[in-house]
């Protein structure tokens, strides 16, 4: 495509943002550059930096969690500087994370004050954000971390509350600095600030996982401000002596009309982090739902209105038992049950070095430098590239992608399209069929065909990979014959066989997912089966040794999550117990559900069968217990299927 189309995709694509949502050029350039450099942008005229199109990005509402991110060595190397910082942040190791964000301040420009450039003012908000997050932990003052605060914000958001919210263009990561200045200052801010940014979030059109990051913050630290709690320092654990579990103040009391509101935006909240699989705030927002519904209960109870305080109750003990459940399982695995970080707003996904994955692809695929640089550039030039000794143009790299079987696209989801509509599509196809709805799903996949351009071969793999999804879940594709039909749509883009042989690998998110359901159709007491589950576990110990599964986490929860179940099977339980533990911490670390409750169960089954056979188990664990906190857990994920498994097992076992 080369760097010319790549600049007028990303400009098209903006400008197409910015006008279906009615957004001025003036309003989403604001703080970040000039109208008129936007326009250059837009008309593909000018190339923005990677940082300044992220904010723009971002400001436009584009967040997907399953993008690939192919980069230079320089820029990965920059991204694995912040990756390291938020990964000890997120793992509550104020120390080491301190250490490596000063050595970040001392390589990157900006970061120290000077802030002449847009990049260096991004930089220095991306800094000043995680001092305070550090400071936070280490227990500075409410004064310090709202200075930091307050400037971070300003480097994009000048004329805060000089004009209203509603005039602005705001990305989430600006809205959570802005929660997060006001919850810091003196008296904990200003009530109508929190209303106004409530009112902005509801306005904003962000889609199911952009609202998870950042109304629920907003509902839990209005409740703080009017509970009287808003000058806690950021950061501070909430977890003092005699505190009801997530509460505010115990005994405290809000007005009627007050509770009323807020009860109503409590519920929203949790709904919309039930509905994106997370967990942001969950385990307050809980405690803040028991603490009104109480109060309500008692103004009925004193109205004689005994029915309808009656009617409460489910609601009330629903909100405790899921506050035991979060609770046990972040207290277990050494987790704090409070959300004292804002990272998961900074991690980005799916990111790979260009360097790296040609060099690993190549030999992958059995190519030698000769073979993969002919006609595209020189054998040094290939050479320069995969030692990172050298950055190519941007027309070499697709050339080596496009002959190594991979999207010419640097920064993609599964589907290549410029189709916003399609990737919401796809989104909804992939539940339908999780949730084997098949006739909506059918309708969904139509609907999706016609929208994106099927020449491309990774787009190709992807539709007729769920074509070949929407057979098995119909029960007319199975055994065998699913294995050879989803062979051919892997081998579209590379050689099965690639896969098997001993080596580095890289495989995109598709080709991963085509090997998982070819799995499926596998002899599972056979050598190719076994040999797939080693090369999976190959690929993944990188990202486990350098800290960088929370990056990968929605391939790895999928991968991981089933070669650990079939290590259990086989009856290798340490071996299934190391992946059951690792996604569970990962998931309460990074606050998302998906993949708790299974993680729980392989760990219980495991246990299970250890103990028929006369196995010495190290943790003693209660099987009914753990498959009580199981069903709690897809209880609360909205995972229907297995709500009645686990109420299956619990009957089975124990009448109930």
């Known amino acids: 495509m080369g760097e010319r189309e790549s600049r007028k995709r990303f400009g098209a694509s903006i400008r197409g943002l910015r006008r279906k949502k009615g957004f001025s050029q003036e309003q989403v350039s604001a703080g970040l550059c000039t109208a008129q450099e936007l326009s250059y942008f837009e008309k593909g005229e000018r190339t923005a930096p990677n940082l300044l199109q992220d904010a723009l990005q971002e400001r436009l509402g584009v967040g997907a969690e399953d993008y690939e991110h192919y980069l230079d060595y320089p820029e990965y190397e920059h991204w694995e500087a912040r990756q390291g910082i938020l990964h000890f942040i997120t793992w509550d190791e104020p120390g080491r994370a301190a250490g490596l964000l000063e050595a970040y301040r001392a390589k990157y420009p900006g970061c120290s004050g000077d802030c002449s450039k847009v990049t260096e003012r991004l930089e220095r908000q991306f800094y000043l954000a995680m001092l305070a997050l550090i400071r936070g932990r280490e227990g500075a003052k409410r004064e310090e971390l709202y200075g930091i605060l307050e400037e971070a914000i300003r480097l994009t958001v000048p004329t805060l509350w000089r004009e209203p919210l509603g005039d602005m263009v705001l990305s989430i990561k600006e809205l959570n600095l802005i929660l997060e200045a006001e919850h810091c200052r003196e008296d904990g801010g200003e009530e109508g600030h929190y209303r106004e940014i409530l009112a902005y979030i509801e306005s904003s059109g962000l889609d199911g996982i952009g609202m998870a990051k950042i109304y629920p913050k907003a509902v839990w630290f209005l409740w703080n401000f009017l509970c009287g709690r808003g000058t806690r320092p950021m950061g501070r654990a909430q977890d003092q002596e005699g505190e009801a579990s997530g509460s505010c103040v115990s005994g405290l009391r809000v007005s009627g009309l007050q509770a009323s509101g807020l009860l109503v935006s409590c519920n929203r909240a949790i709904e919309i982090l039930r509905n994106a699989s997370r967990m942001y705030y969950l385990w307050e927002l809980l405690g803040m739902r028991r603490m009104l519904l109480e109060q309500q209960m008692e103004v009925l109870l ?149 929208l994106v351009p099927a020449e491309l071969k990774t787009n190709q793999q992807v539709l007729l990979h769920k074509e070949a999804n929407l057979r098995q879940i119909g029960r007319k594709l199975e055994g065998r014959e699913c294995y050879e039909t989803v062979r051919d749509i892997l081998e579209i883009t590379m050689p099965y066989e690639s896969f098997l042989k001993e080596g580095e690998k890289y495989l995109t998110y598709e080709e991963q997912s085509c090997i998982q359901t070819m799995m499926m159709g596998m002899e599972k007491d056979g050598e190719e089966f076994l040999t797939s589950m080693e090369r999976f576990e190959e690929m993944y110990r990188p990202f486990e040794e350098k800290k960088l599964v929370e990056t990968v986490n929605i391939m790895y929860e999928y991968v991981m999550r089933n070669v650990g179940s079939e290590w259990g099977n086989m009856g290798e339980y340490d071996r299934s117990d190391k992946y059951n533990r690792i996604i569970a911490e990962v998931c309460l670390r990074t606050r998302r559900m998906n993949a708790i409750e299974r993680a729980l169960y392989g760990r219980c089954w495991n246990y299970g069968e250890r103990r028929q056979k006369g196995i010495l188990c190290s943790n003693l664990l209660d099987e009914k217990m753990e498959l009580e906190r199981c069903l709690l857990f897809s209880r609360m994920d909205k995972q229907k299927h297995s709500e009645q498994f686990y109420q299956k097992k619990l009957k089975e076992k124990w009448g109930g």
Do not use: H
């Open 302 to 450: 004193e109205q004689g209105e005994g029915r309808k305080a009656d009617a409460l109750q489910p609601m009330y003990r629903e909100s405790g038992d899921w506050i035991w459940a979060l609770e046990s399982a972040y207290a277990e695995f050494g987790v704090p049950r409070e959300t004292f970080e804002y990272c998961y707003l900074y991690v980005e996904k799916g990111v790979f070095c260009i360097s790296d994955v040609v060099r690993i692809r190549r030999k992958m695929l059995g190519l030698s430098v000769a073979e993969l640089s002919s006609g595209i550039c020189t054998e040094r030039t290939l050479r320069r590239l995969e030692n990172r000794q050298s950055t190519s143009q941007r027309a070499i790299v697709e050339a080596f992608f496009e002959r190594l079987g991979l999207s010419t696209e640097m920064t993609r989801t599964e589907l290549v399209t410029e189709s916003p509509e399609a990737r919401q599509l796809m989104e909804r196809l992939r539940d339908c069929i999780n949730d084997y709805r098949e006739e909506d799903a059918a309708r969904l996949y139509a609907q999706v065909r016609e």
